[in-house]
């Protein structure tokens, strides 16, 4: 009787971890591997800015930062949002134009507000719109002013963008974490985003990051 218990014991230990490899053997690293505790170890920095943008006329609250609202929702994470020492100008054709020399002259605009106690967050969103393509040249600022307090964090990229895609922003934090962990991003439309707070209650819960049962 007891050889038949621990061998029932046995297969209700082995059959879940059978069954959570891939194909190739490998364990699938999409999901974090518990879900994470999201009551304090989470950050969410963004940049955003309200003005008129395309697609979507003259808006107070920035797209990026209705995203990292809903993120906030779902998670319970703490908000840092980047705000520029010079404010960007609020008319769209203005904005191109500052957003091009920008990055024409590799500069860094300077951010106005400090991010203190990094090393007490673990998990870091990093979200942003796209501007020519690419995140603008603030999240360089962002990554350059806090990259060694940065260093050994897990990141999860998103942003807002009209076509263009998000994986740039990926790609950025690469470049200055390049053996960091980094989630998959989730990148929504400019002009769709307040229509998308379930879509990314999805995502989080796709990727594993999701709320801690509050009892
Ligand atoms: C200067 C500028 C350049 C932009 N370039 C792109 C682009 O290359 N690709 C794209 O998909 N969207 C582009 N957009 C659209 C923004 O990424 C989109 O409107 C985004 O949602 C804005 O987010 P925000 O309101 O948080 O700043 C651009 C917007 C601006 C203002």
């Known amino acids: 009787m007891k050889k038949f218990l621990i061998f029932v014991f046995s297969l209700l230990i082995f059959i879940p971890l059978i069954s959570c490899r891939s194909d190739d053997g490998n364990k ?11 009551n304090n170890n989470i950050l969410i920095v963004y940049f955003s800015r309200a003005g008129e943008n395309y697609d979507v006329g003259y808006i107070n609250i920035g797209n990026t930062a209705v995203m990292a609202g809903y993120i906030k929702d779902y998670t319970g994470g703490t908000i840092f949002e980047i705000i520029p020492a010079t404010p960007y100008p609020e008319g769209y054709e203005d904005m191109k134009k500052v957003s091009q020399q920008e990055t024409a002259n590799n500069i860094r605009p300077e ?17 942003s719109p796209i501007w020519y393509g690419e995140p603008p040249m603030i999240m360089r600022t962002f990554y350059d002013t806090y990259k060694d307090k940065l260093a050994g964090k897990t990141f999860v990229p998103f942003g807002t963008h009209e076509g263009s895609g998000v994986n740039s922003c990926t790609r950025l934090l ?42």
């Open 111 to 127: 951010i106005k507000n400090q991010l203190e106690n990094l090393d007490r967050y673990s998990v870091i969103f990093v979200g």
């Open 28 to 38: 699938i690293n999409r999901k974090a591997e518990n879900p994470v505790d999201t």
């Open 174 to 215: 690469k470049e200055y974490f390049p053996n960091a962990k980094i989630f998959e991003a989730l990148g929504i439309k400019g002009h769709e985003v307040n229509n998308s707070r379930e879509l990314v209650g999805e995502w989080l819960q796709k990727i594993g990051i999701t709320k801690k049962e509050q009892k």
